[in-house]
């Protein structure tokens, strides 16, 4: 297949629309709007807002949370840290839960542990595509009255054990589409929730406070006699300009149309790689319960070699010699980021996270087909023989 394998649907025809309707709505109306109605059809939810990045999403929920100082938001201390500047953004304090060993995924026993009187809300993060511990999640959430924000910027369509749709469980649910995301469209973000006021007040904080939005209505300029009438108020609240643009919508549209092919693309690959690692001795394929999907943003997998004495870069160094596209670590612990540490923002002890960060390898799952996974899969199983694993 060619590079751009990966925009052989309507992309071009919808950034020429809108190139040729001036940046206006046009008779299907504005693609932002078009794909957030598609996107809420996908995920069968009544509302979806559409945004200028995954990371704005976060913040916007929050906000509509009424997240404010002196509130507590429990994140997992393995993640990328925009989970933990997002209650920073709304001035409130991210506490670090710990992560299953085996799962790497957020440990409902310490979010537990880590609720006070100041907790408001639970973020769990359904990392490298695979749904966290919802139903233990959901429970602490009703026993403690706390909302609930699902981090799906890596998880599209994966499920849980009893079939749900990571996203559609907890209050809200927030997806990406930056360039390394299962939809692409360079950035790009959308919620999507159940509850009306919510999506109002999610789509305002992000629309500068347009008097005129609603829920499922992201348009400004609805009434030219309102809009060219100097007595006109324009704005009802404050927020912020975090609105999607029409090209990243007209390219999020397409990406959204093909939902199921990408992210079949994914789920794949992944099954290729926990099917190598069935016996492995040095590498633990991400525990998936029974019954459950990972949606594979990237494959992950526990490094047991250091503890045969085997550098967690030699044997990506050997993995790349092999053909292999390279492997990914995991990103620094949220807690100890420079950003956030340094400023003694946030606090909880993850034990188990600071000892899985040093191990995770992610490797690539964004590959066409199968001739192109099959490279990987080869690559993956010479290093492994070469470490003396009996595959």
């Not at 299953?100 to 006070?116: A, E, Q």
Request: charged share 25%; with cysteine; aromatic share 10%.
């Amino acid at each position: 297949m060619t590079k751009g394998w990966r925009f052989e649907g309507n992309e071009l025809k919808y950034i020429r629309e809108v190139l040729d309707n001036g940046f206006r709505a046009g008779v299907d109306g504005a693609m932002t709007e078009r794909v957030e109605a598609l996107f809420a059809e996908k995920f069968n939810l009544p509302f979806a807002v559409a945004f200028n990045s995954g990371t704005s999403t976060l913040h916007a929920a929050l906000a509509a949370f009424r997240i404010g100082p002196g509130d507590e938001v429990i994140i997992p201390n393995l993640s990328p840290i925009m989970c933990g500047i997002a209650p920073v953004f709304c001035g409130a304090t991210p506490v670090y839960a710990d992560v299953g060993w085996d799962d790497f995924l957020m440990d409902p026993n310490d979010v537990r542990s880590k609720i006070t009187k100041n907790t408001k809300a639970i973020m769990p993060v359904h990392l490298y595509g695979q749904v966290c511990d919802m139903e233990a999640i959901m429970a602490l959430a009703k026993e403690f009255d706390l909302m609930v924000l699902e981090d799906c910027a890596q998880c599209y369509l994966g499920l849980d054990a009893k079939g749900r749709v990571g996203g559609t469980i907890g209050d809200v649910g927030s997806w990406s589409y930056e360039a390394s995301k299962h939809l692409v469209a360079g950035e790009g973000g959308m919620i999507a929730c159940q509850n009306e006021t919510l999506a109002e007040d999610i789509r305002k904080f992000g629309g500068i406070g347009f008097a005129n939005l609603t829920a499922r209505s992201g348009k400004v300029r609805i009434d030219r006699d309102k809009f060219q009438n100097p007595d006109w108020q324009r704005h009802d609240r404050v927020g912020f300009n975090y609105r999607m643009s029409e090209l990243t919508g007209a390219v999020a549209l397409a990406q959204t149309e093909r939902i199921h092919e990408l992210v079949e693309l994914r789920i794949e690959a992944g099954i290729g790689y926990r099917d190598l690692l069935a016996n492995s001795e040095l590498l633990k394929s991400q525990h998936l319960p029974v019954g459950a999907v990972n949606s594979c943003f990237t494959f992950a997998a526990r490094f047991d070699g250091v503890d045969l004495g085997i550098s967690w870069n030699e044997f990506r160094l050997a993995f790349i010699s092999n053909g292999g596209d390279g492997i990914y670590a995991a990103w620094q612990l949220i807690g100890d980021e420079p950003a956030l540490a340094d400023d003694g923002i946030g606090w909880g002890e993850t034990p188990i996270a600071k000892k899985l960060q040093r191990r995770i390898m992610q490797f690539t799952s964004n590959q066409c087909d199968v001739v192109e996974r099959e490279v990987q899969y080869d690559a993956l199983s010479k290093t492994l023989r070469q470490f003396g694993d009996k595959i």
